[in-house]
């Protein structure tokens, strides 16, 4: 019996979606829920898993073309899942009895074994690697095993030491040799993230009033603060104490002292929110993801950490939902961790205002009639003028100096 593959629904606003890669081929069978085709949106990247176990018959759409949602991607027959007969089953047995055994069939974990990978470890599929022992996603394991790498050689980002698809992938794009070609160009389709990140960047230079105000942060007692308590926040709540939990806190408070900053224009009316939806722009393998911190105003300093560690390694793996990924109110982008001194964030729309961190640098700056030296973070927010005026621009962006060169008022909540 044949089964349609068809593009699932993926966010109300989602509308078409493209196919990246097909990740079975036609007559390759395949199990119920196994992964058939990445495609991506131009929000996320997501699977989609067989709906029942068979083999792919025919693919309808090929690598790079768009497909609306709904849209049939291939064709599954269904496998025959009734049971073979006495004779069959004989068949079948003594087939397996002559098959020749393997005499130097490598172990799974001689994949990962330093030095270069054997013509034998082709053979070793994802299926026979064991989670119990490699502790790796499946992902992950596709990934090595098609690319024939060595997980020793490739190094994790992460604390645990376990490899993500980041890491894989950066592996993959390290140093290589150059190949001679007299082609003096290359043509490469844009991916469907880059096409939706240029139209909205572009749409929102034509359709806002965007400027940018400036101002430099002394990052001294946030430094002394995090230095004096990381250990015991480690131990209490299983994450690292970064800036960014005082930067969310401290734009929440300023967003509510204000308040147009959290709003939008929509047709001739200013939409007020009362909630405080935090972005933070991540930069990824296929482009710039804002994953939002949902109310915001409510989360405790680990509870900030915390599901920023989560949304970052999801945005990482490519695992993001939609869910992780709608509403906003104001967004947060650190130039800082690119080595980044001074840029103009562009706002995401319909949002009016995003602020830019940037890398802290050891400044001289006068302090009582005294040149000293201290860790200086320049910041920058861009704002939609048509909404928010130049001195509340101002006061905004001087609150949040205000809040972060004095920690105590960010705890106390004054």
Not at 112 to 136: A, C, M, R, W, Y
Not at 156 to 177: A, F, I, Q
Request: net charge negative.
């Amino acid at each position: 019996m044949s089964v349609e593959l068809i593009v699932p629904t993926l966010g109300e606003s989602i509308t078409e979606a493209t196919v990246s890669k097909w990740l079975k081929k036609v007559g390759e069978s395949f199990e119920v829920d196994d992964a058939l085709v990445e495609i991506e949106t131009d929000k996320i990247t997501v699977e989609v898993p067989a709906p029942s176990s068979g083999s792919l018959s025919s693919i309808n759409v090929k690598e790079g073309a768009d497909i609306n949602i709904g849209g049939v991607l291939g064709i599954i027959e269904e496998a025959n899942n009734t049971k073979l007969d006495a004779n069959e089953s004989n068949v079948d047995q003594e087939k397996k009895e002559e098959s020749p055994k393997l005499k130097n069939t490598p172990k799974e974990t001689d994949v990962f074994k330093e030095g270069t990978v054997s013509p034998e470890k082709d053979k070793i599929q994802s299926s026979e690697i064991k989670n119990d022992v490699l502790k790796l996603s499946p992902a992950v394991k596709k990934m090595i095993i098609e690319n024939k790498l060595d997980a020793n050689l490739i190094k994790s980002n992460r604390e645990d030491g376990r490899l993500t698809k980041e890491d894989v992938l950066n592996y993959m794009s390290g140093p290589k040799t150059r190949l001679k070609t007299s082609d003096r160009e290359e043509s490469v389709r844009m991916s469907k993230i880059r096409r939706t990140i240029a139209t909205r960047l572009k749409d929102a230079q034509n359709t806002a009033a965007i400027l940018t105000t400036f101002n430099e942060l002394d990052m001294s007692e946030i430094i002394k603060v995090r230095d004096l308590k990381k250990d015991d926040f480690m131990e209490r709540y299983g994450v690292k104490l970064g800036f960014m939990s005082f930067f969310v806190k401290a734009v929440v408070m300023s967003l509510q002292e204000f308040p147009a900053v959290n709003a939008e224009i929509r047709d001739d009316n200013i939409i007020y929110k009362n909630h405080f939806d935090i972005g933070i722009a991540v930069g990824t393998e296929k482009g710039l993801v804002v994953p939002v911190l949902k109310n915001a105003n409510d989360m405790t300093f680990g509870d900030i950490e915390k599901k920023i560690v989560e949304l970052g390694t999801k945005a990482k793996e490519g695992s993001l939902t939609m869910e992780d990924l709608t509403g906003g109110t104001f967004t947060i982008s650190n130039g800082g961790v690119y080595g980044s001194m001074l840029s103009t964030p562009i706002i995401n729309r319909p949002q009016s205002g995003i602020l830019g961190m940037h890398n802290i640098q050891k400044r001289a700056v006068v302090i009582n009639n005294e040149i000293v030296i201290r860790p200086i973070m320049y910041l920058a927010f861009s704002y939609d003028h048509r909404i928010i005026d130049g001195k509340e621009s101002v006061g905004f962006l001087i609150n949040i100096k205000t809040l972060l060169e004095n920690p105590s008022k960010i705890v106390l909540g004054i």
